[in-house]
C-alpha cells in the first residue's frame, strides 16, 4: 500500500509539472536578429536554450530602432541586447507607450563612441581629448573629404548621431557612415598595414579590443537630457554636444505579453546575464573565426554549460 501512495504521488507531481510546462503557448516565440555580430549569436544561444526547454522559435531580421515599437506591439517576442547609447531613447520612447518591459540588465558595462586604435595617438599625441582630435582632423583627410578628417561610424540605423556632435561642438570632420559593421573592421584593418591614423564608430563589449588595442576620444561627459535639451552642455543651441554614456547598460527587453503566454520561457529570460568578455568571445567566433551564428551560439552552449545550466535550473 504505501509503495502504491509513493508511486500515485510520483505520478500527480509529474503530471502537476507536466501541466506548467504546458501552460508555454505552442506559438513560436519571435526572436530579432540584426547587422552585428554578438547580438546574432546570443540571440541564438537563447534561442536554442528555449529550444531545448520545448520551445518553438523564429528568427526574424528586424530594423535595429523599430524593434522596439515591434515588441510593444507583440510581433517581436523579446530583445536581447539593448544598449543604452544605442537604442536608449528608442527603448524609452517604447516604454512610455506600454506594452514593453525591462526584463533583466546584464552584467557586461558598455561603451559606445569614436573611437582609435593605439597607432594614431603616436601621430595625435593630444588624444584621447576631443579637442585635440579636432586640432589633428587633417590627419585624417582623405580625397573623399578634401582638407577636412574623415570620421567612419556606424550604419545609418544605429542613429548615432556624428553629424549631430561634429555641428554641436564645431568640428572639422566630415561624417561617413559605414555599411556594415564589417565595414568598420575592414576600416582599422586596413589602416593598419600602414599605421595610418584613423578614428572609427567603436564599441566594447566586442573583439576587436583584443585585436587592436585602442581608446575611446574623451567628449564633454554625458549629462542626461544633452541629447533633448540643447541648454544641457557645452553648447546651449545645440544637441548631442557630448559624448555617449562611459558606462552604459546592456539590458533585456521583451513583450509585456510574454510572461502570460510563455511563462517557462520568460523565467529563462529573467535569468539570462552575459559579461563583456562573453560577449566579446561571441562576437570573436563569428567574425574572427568565421563560424556561422547558429554553429557559434552551438559551440558556445557546448562549452559554457555551467553558466546557462544556472539559467534553467
Same mark, same amino acid.
Given at each position: 500500500m504505501k509503495?502504491?501512495?509513493?508511486?500515485?504521488? #510520483? /505520478?500527480?507531481?509529474a503530471?502537476g509539472s507536466?501541466?506548467?510546462m504546458a501552460?508555454?503557448?505552442?506559438?513560436?516565440?519571435v526572436?530579432?536578429?540584426?547587422?552585428w555580430?554578438?547580438?546574432?549569436? @546570443?540571440?541564438? %544561444? &537563447? !534561442?536554442?536554450i528555449l529550444?531545448?526547454?520545448?520551445a518553438a %522559435?523564429?528568427y526574424v531580421?528586424?530594423?535595429?530602432q523599430?524593434?522596439?515599437e515591434?515588441i510593444?506591439l507583440?510581433d517581436?517576442?523579446?530583445?536581447?541586447?539593448?544598449w543604452?547609447?544605442?537604442f536608449g531613447?528608442?527603448?524609452?520612447?517604447? @516604454?512610455?507607450?506600454?506594452g514593453?518591459?525591462?526584463?533583466?540588465d546584464?552584467?557586461?558595462?558598455?561603451?559606445?563612441?569614436?573611437?582609435?586604435p593605439?597607432?594614431?595617438?603616436?601621430a595625435?599625441?593630444g +588624444?584621447?581629448?576631443w579637442?585635440a582630435?579636432?586640432?589633428c $582632423?587633417?590627419?585624417?583627410?582623405t580625397?573623399?573629404t578634401? =582638407?577636412q578628417g574623415?570620421?567612419?561610424?556606424?550604419?545609418?540605423d544605429? +542613429?548615432?548621431?556624428?553629424q549631430e556632435?561634429?555641428?554641436?561642438?564645431? @568640428?572639422n570632420?566630415? &561624417?561617413?557612415?559605414?555599411?556594415?559593421a #564589417?565595414?568598420?573592421w575592414?576600416?582599422? *584593418?586596413?589602416?593598419e #598595414?600602414?599605421?595610418?591614423? &584613423?578614428?572609427?564608430?567603436n564599441?566594447?563589449?566586442?573583439?576587436a579590443?583584443?585585436v587592436w588595442? /585602442?581608446e575611446f576620444?574623451?567628449?564633454?561627459?554625458? =549629462?542626461? !537630457?544633452?541629447?533633448?535639451?540643447?541648454s544641457? /552642455?557645452?553648447?546651449?543651441? $545645440?544637441l548631442y554636444?557630448? *559624448?555617449?554614456?562611459?558606462?552604459?547598460?546592456?539590458?533585456?527587453?521583451?513583450?509585456? !505579453?510574454?510572461?502570460?503566454?510563455?511563462p517557462?520561457?520568460?523565467?529563462v529570460?529573467e535569468?539570462?546575464?552575459?559579461?563583456n568578455p562573453q560577449i566579446?568571445? @561571441?562576437a570573436k567566433?563569428v567574425?574572427?573565426?568565421e563560424? =556561422?551564428p547558429?554553429?557559434?551560439?552551438?559551440v558556445?552552449?557546448?562549452?559554457?554549460?555551467d &553558466?546557462? *545550466?544556472?539559467?534553467?535550473?
Amino acid at each position: 500500500m504505501k509503495n502504491m501512495t509513493t508511486a500515485l504521488t #510520483a /505520478g500527480v507531481l509529474a503530471l502537476g509539472s507536466t501541466a506548467a510546462m504546458a501552460q508555454d503557448s505552442s506559438d513560436p516565440i519571435v526572436i530579432p536578429i540584426h547587422n552585428w555580430s554578438s547580438q546574432i549569436v @546570443m540571440s541564438n %544561444v &537563447v !534561442g536554442q536554450i528555449l529550444e531545448q526547454q520545448g520551445a518553438a %522559435v523564429e528568427y526574424v531580421t528586424t530594423d535595429s530602432q523599430a524593434v522596439y515599437e515591434s515588441i510593444r506591439l507583440g510581433d517581436v517576442t523579446f530583445e536581447v541586447e539593448v544598449w543604452e547609447g544605442a537604442f536608449g531613447a528608442s527603448f524609452r520612447a517604447a @516604454m512610455e507607450k506600454g506594452g514593453i518591459v525591462d526584463v533583466a540588465d546584464h552584467d557586461a558595462v558598455t561603451r559606445e563612441d569614436w573611437w582609435y586604435p593605439m597607432w594614431t595617438k603616436d601621430a595625435c599625441p593630444g +588624444l584621447p581629448d576631443w579637442e585635440a582630435l579636432n586640432d589633428c $582632423a587633417a590627419l585624417f583627410a582623405t580625397a573623399e573629404t578634401g =582638407e577636412q578628417g574623415r570620421y567612419l561610424d556606424g550604419p545609418v540605423d544605429w +542613429l548615432k548621431h556624428g553629424q549631430e556632435r561634429v555641428e554641436a561642438l564645431d @568640428m572639422n570632420f566630415v &561624417v561617413v557612415n559605414a555599411g556594415s559593421a #564589417a565595414a568598420l573592421w575592414a576600416e582599422i *584593418g586596413a589602416a593598419e #598595414a600602414d599605421q595610418r591614423p &584613423v578614428v572609427v564608430f567603436n564599441w566594447t563589449p566586442n573583439f576587436a579590443e583584443a585585436v587592436w588595442p /585602442g581608446e575611446f576620444v574623451e567628449f564633454p561627459p554625458y =549629462e542626461e !537630457g544633452c541629447d533633448t535639451d540643447p541648454s544641457v /552642455g557645452v553648447n546651449p543651441d $545645440a544637441l548631442y554636444d557630448c *559624448g555617449n554614456p562611459a558606462t552604459g547598460y546592456l539590458k533585456i527587453a521583451a513583450w509585456e !505579453g510574454m510572461e502570460e503566454k510563455w511563462p517557462d520561457a520568460y523565467a529563462v529570460l529573467e535569468q539570462v546575464s552575459f559579461t563583456n568578455p562573453q560577449i566579446a568571445e @561571441m562576437a570573436k567566433m563569428v567574425d574572427i573565426d568565421e563560424m =556561422e551564428p547558429d554553429e557559434a551560439a552551438a559551440v558556445w552552449l557546448e562549452e559554457n554549460e555551467d &553558466v546557462w *545550466g544556472a539559467w534553467v535550473n
